[in-house]
T-cell receptor
C-alpha cells in the first residue's frame, strides 16, 4: 500500500534561518507531488507541484523553493525564513488520471 | 476552476444524520464534485466524489442536484470523530492529468458534533 511520510511534525525557527522540509512517498511510482500551506484559520494554498524529477511548478511567488531530487522525494526549502512563512505545511501526492489526493500529516512551522 | 459556496459552520448531535450543502452554480459539464475533510491538526482526507449520479461509500453519501448546481454530503450517523472541516471542491477532468491534482480548497464548513 502507498504511504506518505512528512517530517518534522513541528518546527520552530528564528527569522532569517534556513528551512528544509522533506516528504517521501512509498508504494507508488511517478506520483504527482504537491506542497500546500495553511495559515492559521485559513484554507489550503497550493505552493508547488511536480510531475517528475526536477520538474517543479510554482503557484505563487514567495520566499520558498521546492526540489524533487528523486521520484518519490519532495523537498521544501527557504534560505531565509520570514515571519509570514509560519503555517501548517502539507505534502500530498496523486496519480495521474485519479483525482484523489493523499496528504501527509503536516509540519507546523512557527517562525519567531 | 468553478467556485463553490459552503456555510461557514454547522452543528449536529452524535448519531444523527448530517447534511452538508454546497452550491456550485457555475459548474461546467466536465467538473467533478469532490469532498475532502480535515480533522484538527491533520492533513485533509478524501471523502467522496461524483459527477451526476448520487454516490455512496463507506464514509458518506453524495447527493447531486439534477441541474448539478448544488450537492449535499450526507453523513448518515455522525460520530464525534466526524468533527472536522469539510471542503467541497470542483475539478475539471479535461484540465489534464498534471493539473488534476491541483485542488483549490476554499474555507469549507466547520462541523461540530455534540455528544
Amino acid at each position: 500500500s502507498q504511504t506518505i511520510h512528512q517530517w518534522p511534525a513541528t518546527l520552530v525557527q528564528p527569522v532569517g534561518s534556513p528551512l528544509s522540509l522533506e516528504c517521501t512517498v512509498e508504494g507508488t511510482s511517478n506520483p504527482n507531488l504537491y506542497w500546500y500551506r495553511q495559515a492559521a484559520g485559513r484554507g489550503l494554498q497550493l505552493l508547488f507541484y511536480s510531475i517528475g524529477i526536477d520538474q517543479i511548478s510554482s503557484e505563487v511567488p514567495q520566499n520558498l523553493s521546492a526540489s524533487r531530487p528523486q521520484d518519490r522525494q519532495f523537498i521544501l526549502s527557504s534560505k531565509k525564513l520570514l515571519l509570514s512563512d509560519s503555517g501548517f505545511y502539507l505534502c500530498a501526492w496523486s496519480v495521474g488520471g485519479n483525482g484523489e489526493l493523499f496528504f501527509g500529516s503536516g509540519t507546523q512551522l512557527s517562525v519567531l | 476552476d468553478a467556485k463553490t459556496t459552503q456555510p461557514n459552520s454547522m452543528e449536529s448531535n452524535e448519531e444523527e444524520p448530517v447534511h452538508l450543502p454546497c452550491n456550485h452554480s457555475t459548474i461546467s459539464g466536465t467538473d467533478y464534485i469532490h469532498w475532502y475533510r480535515q480533522l484538527p491538526s491533520q492533513g485533509p482526507e478524501y471523502v467522496i466524489h461524483g459527477l451526476t449520479s448520487n454516490v455512496n461509500n463507506r464514509m458518506a453519501s453524495l447527493a447531486i442536484a439534477e441541474d448539478r448546481k448544488s450537492s449535499t454530503l450526507i453523513l448518515h450517523r455522525a460520530t464525534l470523530r466526524d468533527a472536522a472541516v469539510y471542503y467541497c471542491i470542483l475539478r475539471d477532468l479535461n484540465a489534464g492529468g498534471t493539473s488534476y491534482g491541483k485542488l483549490t480548497f476554499g474555507q469549507g464548513t466547520i462541523l461540530t458534533v455534540h455528544p
